[in-house]
C-alpha cells in the first residue's frame, strides 16, 4: 500500500451463505441433467429455463416501472427543506414584533455574448439598478462571460428590470439580513455581514441559535420589549441633546439599560449616538460601539451601594450605625477624602447613602478591610466582565492593589472602571433579595426565575431597597428628581470625575441607578433603570450643575413614567404627597440653597 | 396436462402469425399508450404544481416584505413622532392615568368645563357657529 493510500485496506472476499447455496442449487441442475443422459431434452430444458428466468426478469420490471409510472408520489423523496447557505432566522421582541429577518434580494448579472443593442442596455438599465457603476456595466460589456453587475436588488427594482426583457440580463437570488426599526435598538440587535454571520450586539452572540432556527418556522425571541425599548432611547437622546453630551466639541456617549431584577432580562438597551444597521459601513466607527457593554468607566457614587450592602451583609454595621464626617479623612500621604458639603458633622448609616458621603463609605471600607471588599465586590461582579450572551461585555480595569488607599476610593467609585452593564448586573443582584444572576438578551418563560448564586441575605437586599427609596423622598437625598408620581421609584447618583490626560478633569461621567416600585416582597416585581451620561454640560435647567441628580435622575424619571404601564406597575397615589409643580420649588429652593 | 393446455395456447394462428403474439403485442401497445397518457396527464398536472410552487413562494416573499415593512411602520417611536407632530398628542400626565375602577370615580364627580381661550377663537368662526344651533 502506497503511503499515501487513504483508502483502508481490502477486506478478503467472503461467499456468503446464500451465494454458496445458489452455486449449489445450479450444480445440482446440472448434474441432472448429466444424469438423465438425454441430450435433446436437455437443451430444450436448459432454453426453458433460461426464458423463465428472463420472463420473471422482465415481469418484476414491468411490475416495478408501471407502479412507479401510475402510482408514485410527486414528493416522494423529499424530506426536507433546502436553507440557503447563511440564512437567519428571524429575531422577535418579547411579544413577537419582528426585529431582524431576511429578506430575498437579487444579484444583477450581464452576459455580453447574448446582447446585439450595447446602446438599450447602457441607456435602460442604469436608471433602474441605483448601485450600477457606468464603469462596472462598461467592463462587462467588453467581457466574454457572464459577468456580475450589481447587488441588493429590491424585488421592485427586480421586477422592473425583468419586465424590460433585455438579452443577457439575468438575476440570482441572495439572501439580506433587514432591520425594519432601523436606528432603534440597534446596540442591542447587532448586524450581521453579507454572508450570514453576525457581527455584532444579539447577531452574533446568538448566531448559533439564529442559524440553527433559519428555516423553521420559530423564531429566536429576545428579552426586548420594544415599546420600553423606545421610551429609553428617546429619553437618552434628548438628554443627549439638553445636556450637550460633548468633549472637545465631538459627541461622547450616553447609555440607558433596564432589566428585570428578578429574571436578568434585558428589556431595553440604548447607547448614543445612534447608526442604522442597515447600512453600518456608513457609520462612524464611535456610533458603532456599545457603551453600554463595551466602554468602562469609573462610575463614582453608584458603588456606595455595594459599599454599604457589603457593610450591613457582614454585620459590620446596621442602618442606624453612625460615623463622623466632619472633618475630611486623610489617609497616609495622599489627598484627603472630602463630601459635598451639606453641613453635615455626623450620619447614620443611611444617611451615608442618601447625602452620598464619600468620607462615611471610605471609614466603612476601611473597616471591612480588603478581604471583605474583594469577596463581596467580587460577588457583585464587579471585578468580571458582565457575564451575558453579548460578547462585547468589557473587562473592568481593576487597581493593582488593595491598599488603604485604594479601599477608601473603591467605596464610593473611584479607582476602579467597569461598564455600565456590570453595574446594572450588580444592582440587579443587591436589589432582587440577594442573588447574583447573568443578564440575558433571551426571553424568559413567563414565571421562570433563574437561580442565581447568593451574594446577601434578603433582609441586606430589603434594607438597601428602602435606602434607595429614601434617597429619592428624602429632602437633602440626591435622586429626588427621579420621583416619578406614584411609582415608588428609589435610585442612587454617581457623579465621576472623569479623566483626562492622567488626571481627573473638569467632565463628569454622570450616572443613576434605579429601581421601581421599591414596595411590597423582595420577590415582587421589580425593574432597574441605569442611565449613564458621558460629559453632561452645564444647562439653565440643570441650574448650573453637572452631577448626576441634575441630569442622569431626571432622565431616569421621564423612562420610568413612560415606560411603567408598558410593564404593569400601576401608579398608587398619595393623596398627602407633593404635586409636580411643589417637587419642582422644593428642587429650585435646594439648588439656591446650594449655590 | 399443463404443456399441452400451453401448446392450445400457443397454435392458434392468424394470417401467419401465433394469436397470442399479436394479443401480447396489442396489450404492449395499450400499455404503453395508457403509459403515455398517465404521463402526459401527469406531466401537465407537475407543471401545475411548479406554477402552485412558484405562486405561493412569490406570496410568501411578498408577505416577508409586508412584515418588514408593517415592523417599519409599527415601530412605537416612529408612531410617537407622528402622534405629536400630525395629532398633537403627547404621553399621559400620571393624573390622567387611572385604572378600571378608578374610572367609576370619575364618573360621579362634577364635570368641571373647561373655557376655550379667547384669543383662539376664530370671530368669522363664532358667528358664523351662532347662526347654527
Redesign the interface.
Given at each position: 500500500m502506497s503511503p499515501i493510500d487513504f483508502h483502508p485496506p481490502r477486506r478478503p472476499f467472503r461467499v456468503s451463505y446464500v451465494w454458496r447455496q445458489l452455486i449449489q442449487a445450479i450444480w445440482n441442475v446440472e448434474r441432472a441433467f448429466e444424469a438423465s443422459g438425454r441430450a435433446a431434452d436437455d437443451s430444450r430444458i436448459r432454453l426453458f429455463l433460461v426464458l423463465v428466468l428472463f420472463a420473471a426478469a422482465f415481469a418484476t420490471l414491468a411490475f416495478r416501472a408501471t407502479r412507479a409510472a401510475l402510482w408514485a408520489r410527486p414528493d416522494a423523496g423529499v424530506h426536507e427543506i433546502q436553507v440557503p447557505a447563511g440564512a437567519r432566522a428571524d429575531l422577535v421582541d418579547r411579544d413577537g414584533r419582528i426585529l431582524a429577518l431576511d429578506l430575498t434580494h437579487y444579484g444583477l448579472y450581464l452576459d455580453a455574448r447574448e446582447i446585439w443593442d450595447y446602446d438599450e442596455i447602457r441607456r435602460k438599465l442604469p436608471p433602474l439598478a441605483p448601485k450600477l457603476t457606468p464603469e462596472r456595466l462598461d467592463r462587462a460589456l467588453k467581457a466574454n462571460k457572464r459577468e456580475y453587475l450589481a447587488g441588493g436588488l429590491t424585488p421592485e427594482q427586480h421586477d422592473a428590470i425583468h419586465d424590460l426583457g433585455l438579452p443577457g440580463v439575468s438575476f440570482e437570488e441572495e439572501p439580506r439580513r433587514i432591520y425594519p426599526l432601523g436606528a432603534e435598538a440597534e446596540h442591542l440587535i447587532g448586524f450581521s455581514d453579507s454572508a450570514g454571520r453576525g457581527l455584532a450586539g444579539a447577531e452574533k452572540a446568538l448566531d448559533n441559535d439564529i442559524h440553527a432556527a433559519a428555516g423553521s418556522t420559530q423564531p429566536v425571541q429576545l428579552a426586548l420589549d420594544v415599546r420600553v425599548q423606545a421610551a429609553l432611547q428617546d429619553e437618552i437622546a434628548k438628554a443627549a441633546a439638553k445636556f450637550h453630551l460633548q468633549e472637545n466639541g465631538k459627541p461622547t456617549g450616553a447609555m440607558g439599560i433596564v432589566v428585570n431584577v428578578h429574571t436578568g432580562e434585558i428589556l431595553a438597551l440604548s447607547s448614543w449616538p445612534d447608526f442604522d444597521p442597515n447600512a453600518p459601513g456608513e457609520a462612524d466607527i464611535p456610533n458603532l460601539t456599545n457603551h453600554e457593554a463595551a466602554s468602562v468607566y469609573e462610575l463614582g457614587s453608584v458603588f456606595k451601594l455595594f459599599t454599604l450592602a457589603m457593610g450591613l451583609d457582614a454585620g459590620l454595621v446596621t442602618p442606624d450605625t453612625t460615623f463622623d464626617v466632619s472633618a475630611p479623612l486623610q489617609i497616609g500621604e495622599g489627598k484627603p477624602i472630602h463630601d459635598f458639603d451639606k453641613g453635615d458633622t455626623r450620619l447614620a448609616l443611611w444617611q451615608v447613602f442618601t447625602h452620598s458621603s464619600n468620607i462615611g463609605a471610605a471609614k466603612l471600607a476601611l473597616r471591612a478591610g480588603p478581604s471583605l471588599m474583594e469577596k463581596y465586590y467580587r460577588a457583585f461582579g464587579l471585578f468580571n466582565a458582565a457575564p451575558t450572551e453579548l460578547l462585547e461585555s468589557a473587562r473592568p480595569i481593576l487597581p493593582r492593589s488593595l491598599d488603604e488607599t485604594t479601599l477608601a476610593h473603591m467605596a464610593f467609585g473611584q479607582g476602579v472602571s467597569i461598564s455600565p452593564l456590570a453595574l446594572a448586573a450588580g444592582y440587579t443582584a443587591v436589589l432582587n433579595g440577594g442573588t447574583y444572576i447573568p443578564l440575558t438578551l433571551k426571553k424568559v418563560k413567563q414565571g421562570d426565575r433563574p437561580q442565581g448564586v447568593r451574594v446577601i441575605s434578603e433582609q441586606t437586599s430589603s434594607t438597601m431597597l428602602q435606602f434607595m427609596r429614601l434617597n429619592v423622598t428624602d429632602p437633602k437625598g440626591s435622586g429626588h428628581q427621579a420621583d416619578a408620581p406614584g411609582l415608588r421609584v428609589g435610585g442612587k447618583t454617581g457623579s465621576a470625575q472623569k479623566p483626562d490626560h492622567g488626571h481627573y478633569g473638569l467632565n463628569n461621567i454622570s450616572s443613576f441607578a434605579a429601581i421601581f416600585p421599591t414596595d411590597g416582597p423582595i420577590s415582587a416585581d421589580r425593574y432597574l433603570v441605569v442611565i449613564t451620561l458621558d460629559s453632561p454640560q452645564k444647562t439653565p435647567d440643570s441650574h448650573g450643575f453637572i452631577t448626576a441628580g441634575w441630569n442622569a435622575a431626571p432622565t431616569a424619571g421621564a423612562v420610568i413614567n413612560r415606560i411603567a404601564p408598558f410593564l404593569g406597575v400601576q401608579r398608587v397615589i398619595d393623596p398627602g404627597a407633593l404635586t409636580a409643580a411643589q417637587a419642582k420649588a422644593k428642587a429650585d429652593a435646594l439648588a439656591e440653597g446650594a449655590e | 396436462m399443463i404443456v399441452k393446455a400451453l401448446r392450445r395456447l400457443f397454435q392458434p394462428r392468424l394470417k401467419g402469425l401465433r394469436v397470442v403474439d399479436l394479443s401480447a403485442f396489442a396489450i404492449l401497445a395499450a400499455?404503453a399508450m395508457s403509459?403515455y397518457a398517465?404521463?402526459a396527464h401527469?406531466s401537465g398536472e407537475?407543471s401545475q404544481?411548479a406554477e402552485a410552487d412558484r405562486q405561493i413562494a412569490d406570496q410568501q416573499?411578498?408577505i416577508?416584505?409586508l412584515?418588514?415593512?408593517?415592523?417599519?411602520l409599527?415601530?412605537?417611536?416612529r408612531l410617537?413622532r407622528l402622534s405629536v407632530r400630525v395629532l398633537g398628542l403627547e404621553?399621559a400626565k400620571?393624573?390622567h392615568?387611572t385604572?378600571a375602577q378608578g374610572l367609576m370615580e370619575i364618573s360621579r364627580q362634577p364635570a368641571t368645563p373647561i373655557a376655550a381661550p379667547a384669543a383662539s377663537v376664530d370671530p368669522a368662526q363664532a358667528q358664523a357657529g351662532a347662526t347654527h344651533p
Amino acid at each position: 500500500m502506497s503511503p499515501i493510500d487513504f483508502h483502508p485496506p481490502r477486506r478478503p472476499f467472503r461467499v456468503s451463505y446464500v451465494w454458496r447455496q445458489l452455486i449449489q442449487a445450479i450444480w445440482n441442475v446440472e448434474r441432472a441433467f448429466e444424469a438423465s443422459g438425454r441430450a435433446a431434452d436437455d437443451s430444450r430444458i436448459r432454453l426453458f429455463l433460461v426464458l423463465v428466468l428472463f420472463a420473471a426478469a422482465f415481469a418484476t420490471l414491468a411490475f416495478r416501472a408501471t407502479r412507479a409510472a401510475l402510482w408514485a408520489r410527486p414528493d416522494a423523496g423529499v424530506h426536507e427543506i433546502q436553507v440557503p447557505a447563511g440564512a437567519r432566522a428571524d429575531l422577535v421582541d418579547r411579544d413577537g414584533r419582528i426585529l431582524a429577518l431576511d429578506l430575498t434580494h437579487y444579484g444583477l448579472y450581464l452576459d455580453a455574448r447574448e446582447i446585439w443593442d450595447y446602446d438599450e442596455i447602457r441607456r435602460k438599465l442604469p436608471p433602474l439598478a441605483p448601485k450600477l457603476t457606468p464603469e462596472r456595466l462598461d467592463r462587462a460589456l467588453k467581457a466574454n462571460k457572464r459577468e456580475y453587475l450589481a447587488g441588493g436588488l429590491t424585488p421592485e427594482q427586480h421586477d422592473a428590470i425583468h419586465d424590460l426583457g433585455l438579452p443577457g440580463v439575468s438575476f440570482e437570488e441572495e439572501p439580506r439580513r433587514i432591520y425594519p426599526l432601523g436606528a432603534e435598538a440597534e446596540h442591542l440587535i447587532g448586524f450581521s455581514d453579507s454572508a450570514g454571520r453576525g457581527l455584532a450586539g444579539a447577531e452574533k452572540a446568538l448566531d448559533n441559535d439564529i442559524h440553527a432556527a433559519a428555516g423553521s418556522t420559530q423564531p429566536v425571541q429576545l428579552a426586548l420589549d420594544v415599546r420600553v425599548q423606545a421610551a429609553l432611547q428617546d429619553e437618552i437622546a434628548k438628554a443627549a441633546a439638553k445636556f450637550h453630551l460633548q468633549e472637545n466639541g465631538k459627541p461622547t456617549g450616553a447609555m440607558g439599560i433596564v432589566v428585570n431584577v428578578h429574571t436578568g432580562e434585558i428589556l431595553a438597551l440604548s447607547s448614543w449616538p445612534d447608526f442604522d444597521p442597515n447600512a453600518p459601513g456608513e457609520a462612524d466607527i464611535p456610533n458603532l460601539t456599545n457603551h453600554e457593554a463595551a466602554s468602562v468607566y469609573e462610575l463614582g457614587s453608584v458603588f456606595k451601594l455595594f459599599t454599604l450592602a457589603m457593610g450591613l451583609d457582614a454585620g459590620l454595621v446596621t442602618p442606624d450605625t453612625t460615623f463622623d464626617v466632619s472633618a475630611p479623612l486623610q489617609i497616609g500621604e495622599g489627598k484627603p477624602i472630602h463630601d459635598f458639603d451639606k453641613g453635615d458633622t455626623r450620619l447614620a448609616l443611611w444617611q451615608v447613602f442618601t447625602h452620598s458621603s464619600n468620607i462615611g463609605a471610605a471609614k466603612l471600607a476601611l473597616r471591612a478591610g480588603p478581604s471583605l471588599m474583594e469577596k463581596y465586590y467580587r460577588a457583585f461582579g464587579l471585578f468580571n466582565a458582565a457575564p451575558t450572551e453579548l460578547l462585547e461585555s468589557a473587562r473592568p480595569i481593576l487597581p493593582r492593589s488593595l491598599d488603604e488607599t485604594t479601599l477608601a476610593h473603591m467605596a464610593f467609585g473611584q479607582g476602579v472602571s467597569i461598564s455600565p452593564l456590570a453595574l446594572a448586573a450588580g444592582y440587579t443582584a443587591v436589589l432582587n433579595g440577594g442573588t447574583y444572576i447573568p443578564l440575558t438578551l433571551k426571553k424568559v418563560k413567563q414565571g421562570d426565575r433563574p437561580q442565581g448564586v447568593r451574594v446577601i441575605s434578603e433582609q441586606t437586599s430589603s434594607t438597601m431597597l428602602q435606602f434607595m427609596r429614601l434617597n429619592v423622598t428624602d429632602p437633602k437625598g440626591s435622586g429626588h428628581q427621579a420621583d416619578a408620581p406614584g411609582l415608588r421609584v428609589g435610585g442612587k447618583t454617581g457623579s465621576a470625575q472623569k479623566p483626562d490626560h492622567g488626571h481627573y478633569g473638569l467632565n463628569n461621567i454622570s450616572s443613576f441607578a434605579a429601581i421601581f416600585p421599591t414596595d411590597g416582597p423582595i420577590s415582587a416585581d421589580r425593574y432597574l433603570v441605569v442611565i449613564t451620561l458621558d460629559s453632561p454640560q452645564k444647562t439653565p435647567d440643570s441650574h448650573g450643575f453637572i452631577t448626576a441628580g441634575w441630569n442622569a435622575a431626571p432622565t431616569a424619571g421621564a423612562v420610568i413614567n413612560r415606560i411603567a404601564p408598558f410593564l404593569g406597575v400601576q401608579r398608587v397615589i398619595d393623596p398627602g404627597a407633593l404635586t409636580a409643580a411643589q417637587a419642582k420649588a422644593k428642587a429650585d429652593a435646594l439648588a439656591e440653597g446650594a449655590e | 396436462m399443463i404443456v399441452k393446455a400451453l401448446r392450445r395456447l400457443f397454435q392458434p394462428r392468424l394470417k401467419g402469425l401465433r394469436v397470442v403474439d399479436l394479443s401480447a403485442f396489442a396489450i404492449l401497445a395499450a400499455m404503453a399508450m395508457s403509459v403515455y397518457a398517465y404521463k402526459a396527464h401527469e406531466s401537465g398536472e407537475t407543471s401545475q404544481l411548479a406554477e402552485a410552487d412558484r405562486q405561493i413562494a412569490d406570496q410568501q416573499r411578498q408577505i416577508r416584505v409586508l412584515q418588514a415593512e408593517l415592523a417599519r411602520l409599527e415601530q412605537p417611536a416612529r408612531l410617537e413622532r407622528l402622534s405629536v407632530r400630525v395629532l398633537g398628542l403627547e404621553p399621559a400626565k400620571a393624573d390622567h392615568e387611572t385604572t378600571a375602577q378608578g374610572l367609576m370615580e370619575i364618573s360621579r364627580q362634577p364635570a368641571t368645563p373647561i373655557a376655550a381661550p379667547a384669543a383662539s377663537v376664530d370671530p368669522a368662526q363664532a358667528q358664523a357657529g351662532a347662526t347654527h344651533p
